[in-house]
Structure formats: structure tokens, C-alpha cells
């Protein structure tokens, strides 16, 4: 089972860290990723981290401010976000999948046969 939580209500340019607690599953044997949906629009990949924790790729509209990070001894993965903007507003979902390679960064929702049930973030202008 995968939990974000995190979400919430900021102003354009300001910071969020958005959490992802695994239960029941060791985090370190999946690679893990971030996804958001925006109403109207299809689920996009934000971020992802390789099951190895060595590897991270992330979307060309959030490269630089958001950063996708691991703690195994949490068993959690966290998505730091700044300088949001309200384009950033969505419903974030927390995803893990095994791949065969350690070091593969999965970006396609396909890809990912677990998932959360989201947290809400909204960015005011």
C-alpha cells in the first residue's frame, strides 16, 4: 500500500514536500514515481527514482524546481517542489513498480502496477 500525503493550498512560488509511505512492501525494491492529473487533462509523469536510488529522470516542466528523493529507513519517498506555480495544480499520485534493471527509471504510467490515492495540491496566482 502506497499513502501520499503532503498536499495542500500554497501561492505561486512557494515550496511543498509531498510524502509517499510504503507499507507492507520494502520501498528500495521498486522504483518509485511521481505522476499528476489536472481536471480535464491525462495522469503525466513528474518524477521517478530508480529502484537502486541512483538513477532519478524527471519532466522537462519541473526539472530544477522538484526534486524526488528516497529514505529507506522510512521506507518513504518524497517529491520536494519549488517555486510552484498554479500550473503545477493537480491531484499527485505515488507510484512503484519492479523493474528487472536496478538502475531503469520508468516514466509511463503503464509501466506501474502500484499506486496511492492521491493528494491535492493547489497553487494560487
Known amino acids: 500500500k502506497l499513502v ?15 510524502s509517499c509511505a510504503a507499507s507492507g ?21 513528474v518524477s521517478a527514482i530508480s529502484r537502486s536510488g541512483g538513477n532519478t529522470n524527471a519532466a522537462s516542466s519541473v526539472k ?11 521506507n518513504t519517498v518524497y517529491l520536494q517542489m519549488n517555486t510552484l506555480e498554479p500550473e503545477d495544480t493537480a491531484v499527485y499520485y505515488c507510484a512503484a513498480t519492479m523493474p528487472g534493471s ?3 527509471v ?10 496511492g ?9
Not at 503532503?6 to 511543498?16: E, K, Q, R, V
Not at 512492501?25 to 509523469?45: C, L, V
Open 64 to 74: 530544477g524546481r522538484f526534486t524526488i528523493s528516497r529514505d529507506n529507513a522510512k
Open 4 to 18: 501520499e500525503s503532503g498536499g495542500g493550498l500554497m501561492p505561486a512560488g512557494g515550496s511543498l514536500r509531498l
Open 25 to 45: 512492501r520494502t520501498i528500495s525494491n521498486y522504483a518509485t514515481g511521481w505522476f499528476r492529473q489536472a481536471p480535464g487533462k491525462e495522469r503525466e509523469f
Open 102 to 104: 536496478s538502475t531503469v
Open 117 to 125: 490515492q492521491g493528494t491535492q495540491v493547489t497553487v494560487s496566482s
Open 106 to 115: 520508468p516514466t509511463r504510467p503503464s509501466t506501474y502496477t502500484y499506486w
